[in-house]
């Protein structure tokens, strides 16, 4: 069993471990070893020191065997020992029964640890690190001590001493430096000490140099160490890169970026003297090929409109532009609005217009970039009409001519041999237009011709517009087969809107 006690009588600063080794499964017939010490005795002194253990075993047991610590001991059942040095000792006790003849005999053990402090003792003191660069901070901790009410330590850099019994210090300069440990109890004084027993090396700098620094897809970049190891043996250094998902361990390389983007770059320089790390964050800049996604009035389809009173039609332009473009790689960019007009070439950088149309049409709008990647560059994918503008017309207006024409009863009247060209008649210039004859067939264009194949009555419809507004207006059609009178009358619906 383990046992944590403080040695009475002695001022300690914290308690040492008091380990037991003790059969603790009481067997009938089976000795149980244990001691301590006299009434009249005490664990701790100065030399010499004499000490009566008491044997305090249960069980059959008729042989002692006991060892001081000190290389001496005995078989007395209480016996009495001295001394005559300063330090820690363990005592053991063995104990046996011979009493059953055909048996084997009962044994067992009882060891304490550290039971028996004589004088002010120290064995040794350990520190860790040991060696490092500038800024380490080392453990101290004694060793196999025993009788001390205080410490001195001796860092061996001139900062002051410490009481403490189990310091940490701090050394800011390289060099060589020799420890000593003072400790002194009511028996006196002991000194320890070690030579050069810590080593602070000169730590590294880690600095790294990078050239470019920033350009287009894909970027070349040289990356070289420039660490200042201050005197390290090369054998020591190792250097650990870091970049892009990538890493190397030479002094120096290239590398090159093939995606657009900003990139993080790391340095861990290590050698005799410790290890320093430098960071290029976000310094690597790549850029890449120019890219808009163009709205116009909030959309990305087409917009269309009506001219207002003053002839005029307002159309707010935006140009959004991802991340993987990086708008420090343009100098300038210049909007070409599809009616002649460009955006102010004092404003270097507008992703946002406005401009007004003022004649009717429509419009193609680009985008131009212009740097060192992007030179008259149009940075959309793909060019679309964006813009549709047109002038309200009324729709009364709207109509369309037949010919050949012919006043009938029955309205306009052909046969099947005739061609009939129709044409739109509707004032202004109309940017969209369908006819429709009623026999299932259709055509565009302010001109058309059509030839019926079947007799009957037909309905033919135009549909006109622009971006404003439309209209639809309608006529009908009777087809016969030529008679020998070769005549035909054309009737008007006065009902029927033209």
Known sequence: MAITACLIGLVLPGCDTLVTEVNEITIAGHPTAEFGLDTNSVDSGCVPLTVTFIDKSSGPHDEWSWYFGDGDSSNDTNPTHTYDSASTYTVTLFIRNYEGIDEEPGVDNEVKNRFIIVG?????????????CQGMEV???PIDYGGITEFSWDFGDGSPVSADSNPT?????????????????????????YDSLIIVNPCPIARI????????QPLTVTFIDSTDYQGADESTISRDWRFAGDSANTDSFQYIFEEPGRYIVTLTASSEGGVSTDTLDDTIVVWGSAFATITADGAVGLIQGCLDSLWLFFVDFE??????????????????????????PNDSMPVK???PYDSAGEYTIRLFSYGECNADTAIEHSVVKMVCVSWPFDNSLAGFTVTPDADTAAGIQGYTSDVFTFTDTTPGGMLGRNWNFGDNLSDT??????QYTDTGT??????VGNCCTSAEVTETIVIDTMGAWGTFRRYRDETVKR
């Open 120 to 132: 002010t003792t120290i064995n040794s003191f350990t520190a860790s690190p040991t060696v490092g």
């Open 139 to 141: 453990t101290f901790a």
């Open 169 to 193: 210090h701090v050394y800011d300069t390289a060099g060589h430096y020799s420890c000593t440990l003072t400790v002194t109890g009511e028996c006196g004084t002991k000194v320890i000490g």
């Open 209 to 216: 140099s990078a050239k470019p620094l920033y350009g287009c």
């Open 319 to 344: 140009a959004a532009i991802p991340d993987s473009v990086m708008i420090e790689s343009f100098d300038s960019l210049v909007w070409d609005f599809g009616d002649g007009k460009r955006s102010n």
């Open 353 to 355: 217009v406005s401009h």
């Open 445 to 450: 264009g302010m001109i058309v011709e059509h």
């Open 458 to 463: 037909y309905t033919v419809t135009l549909t």
